[in-house]
T-cell receptor
Framework: AQSVTQLGSHVSVSEGALVLLRCNYS??????LFWYVQYPNQGLQLLLK??????LVKGINGFEAEFKKSETSFHLTKPSAHMSDAAEYFC???????????FGTGTRLKVLA | SAVISQKPSRDICQRGTSLTIQCQVD?????MFWYRQQPGQSLTLIAT?????????ESGFVIDKFPISRPNLTFSTLTVSNMSPEDSSIYLC??????????FGPGTRLTVL
């Protein structure tokens, strides 16, 4: 069975500081991995995805994530936080052959001025 | 990416009543998904809706409580039946894409009194 663990339900960073949101997964088959962002009172927006190929993937708004198979991780980073990055972030995993997602519990990012 | 709309965006309902949520996509899609996001929690898949066949429900969700229709390739409805306060959640629909990711609607925020 697949699962996703997001360490830290709440993360606070100063504006301009590095953002690091952690995601670890378990999967018996090659996974597809995703990061989504949810702003207050809105749906989910895809930040980036890993399916195959290059393990470092770049997404929108300056975010990137690296797929590390040996560590079963897919951590999300951004070099410099902006106030507009304050939101809830969800990591998700699916099997390459299906569309069924398993979501992590989410990490709420707070950016301090 | 697909553009997805949901109606209503929010509603306040009395216990024992039913609410039907509509999901409209601007392009034809194979699969549509319905999720529940309880307050402060992550997303849980309710069911997968394929056009021309009955929806496939996840463990813990039954058709009598959450009947789903999928009359064509751009539209689906989810009904929350005989509601109780525990049904207060955000309900989101999503659609699949050829790239493996899902695109989400803005959600329907339901409060049951």
């Amino acid at each position: 069975a697949q699962s996703v663990t997001q360490l830290g339900s709440h993360v606070s960073v100063s504006e301009g500081a590095l953002v690091l949101l952690r995601c670890n997964y378990s999967s018996s088959v090659p996974p597809y991995l995703f990061w989504y962002v949810q702003y207050p009172n809105q749906g989910l927006q895809l930040l980036l995805k890993y399916t195959t190929g290059a393990t470092l993937v770049k997404g929108i708004n300056g975010f990137e994530a690296e797929f590390k198979k040996s560590e079963t991780s897919f951590h999300l980073t951004k070099p410099s936080a902006h106030m507009s990055d304050a939101a809830e972030y969800f990591c998700a995993v699916s099997n390459s052959g299906t569309y069924k997602y398993i979501f992590g519990t989410g990490t709420r990012l707070k950016v301090l001025a | 990416s697909a553009v997805i709309s949901q109606k209503p965006s929010r509603d306040i309902c009395q216990r024992g009543t039913s609410l039907t949520i509509q999901c409209q996509v601007d392009s034809q899609v194979t699969m549509m998904f319905w999720y529940r996001q309880q307050p402060g929690q992550s997303l849980t898949l309710i069911a997968t809706a394929n056009q021309g066949s009955e929806a496939t429900y996840e463990s813990g969700f039954v058709i009598d409580k959450f009947p789903i229709s999928r009359p064509n390739l751009t539209f689906s409805t989810l009904t929350v039946s005989n509601m109780s306060p525990e049904d207060s959640s955000i309900y989101l629909c999503s659609v699949d894409s050829y790239g493996g990711e899902q695109f989400f609607g803005p959600g329907t925020r339901l409060t049951v009194l």
